[in-house]
């Protein structure tokens, strides 16, 4: 009988810690709104007096003007999370705002804390996601379209039309975090020889790409 129980203690703690990370996500709120402590003295991880709080605190303007400089990539990208925003933290959201030269590319990335929803504003977009399979799932989106990918999935997107683009996007994480697949390979200082290996590339074709990505986090 005693072995029967250890079974079933050991199946339902599996059953929970399986749960516990399948279900983990930005922590729900308890209270109303949390503005982060952005004074230079405070401690940042800390809410402000909601006393103290005003509607400026709710409202971000950083994402109305005209893009900004755009990279060799045709991309230009503004996101607005709580680094930027105090005012989303603990709200489980933010937003990028992802303009596109005529041809520009989004080169292939993901945000290993969310799941990501684009909503074209203006332009056709190439764009797609990769899954575990991998299997490509991709379409040309027009104005008024949205296509979501789904959490830690590597996705991309392309301005294919004539004109200039722009995505507006939506994540449920405050801070979702991003990695460039590109960046993330060729400019984090892996070994070599593994990725000679790898991609079957020359050091010097190596050298190449480690230049030209070591400039982009």
Not at 51 to 57: C, G, I, K, L, N
Not at 74 to 90: A, I, K, R, W
Not at 148 to 156: E, I, N, Q, S, T
Request: some cysteine; glycine content about 8%.
């Amino acid at each position: 009988m005693s072995l029967i129980i250890r079974v079933t203690e050991i199946v339902l703690f599996f059953l929970l810690f399986h749960g516990y990370f399948a279900f983990a996500s930005d922590p729900d709120p308890v209270r109303d709104y949390c503005i982060l402590n952005t004074d230079s003295e405070a401690d940042h991880s800390s809410c402000k007096n909601s006393s103290a709080a005003t509607v400026e605190d709710f409202i971000f303007s950083g994402i109305q003007k005209s893009p900004g400089k755009f990279d060799e990539t045709g991309l230009s990208s503004n996101p607005v999370n709580v680094n930027v925003f105090p005012g989303l933290s603990t709200l489980g959201m933010s937003l990028v705002r992802a303009d596109f030269e005529v041809g520009g590319v989004n080169v292939p990335h993901f945000h290993p804390r969310a799941t990501e929803v684009a909503y074209v504003l203006e332009g056709k977009i190439y764009s797609g996601f990769v899954d575990s399979q991998n299997r490509v799932f991709a379409k040309v989106i027009e104005k008024g379209e949205i296509m979501v990918f789904p959490r830690g999935l590597m996705h991309f997107q392309m301005n294919i039309g004539d004109k200039p683009a722009t995505i507006l996007g939506s994540f449920n994480s405050q801070n979702p975090g991003l990695q460039r697949i590109p960046t993330a390979v060729f400019g984090s200082g892996i070994k070599e020889e593994l990725l000679e290996k790898a991609f079957g590339l020359s050091s010097k074709e190596i050298a190449k790409l480690r230049k030209r990505f070591a400039l982009h986090d």
